[in-house]
């Protein structure tokens, strides 16, 4: 019997969504959440890194003001 060889783990992908605009009040883009230092980095992050500032991304959203995400 052969062995099964299981998928590499895919790499997190960037959130950018190509709407860049860092807010002066919080330092967060305004289309990822993410500052500015971990944009640059991300490409050299690992994995865990990645994931880490992932799950604080949605949080982050109510730290930029409604009306600058155009929701005011």
């Given at each position: 019997?052969?062995?099964?060889?299981?998928?590499p783990p895919r790499p997190i992908v960037?959130?950018?969504?190509?709407?860049c605009a860092?807010?002066?009040e919080s330092g967060l883009c305004?289309?990822?959440?993410?500052?500015?230092?971990?944009?640059?980095?991300?490409s050299r992050l690992g994995e865990d890194e990645r994931a880490a500032i992932m799950a604080e991304l949605p949080s982050r959203r109510g730290r930029i003001a409604p009306e600058k995400l155009g929701l005011a």
């Open positions: 019997m052969g062995t099964v060889n299981a998928a960037t959130p950018c969504i190509k709407v860092v807010d002066g305004l289309g990822c959440h993410r500052t500015l230092p971990e944009i640059a980095q991300w």
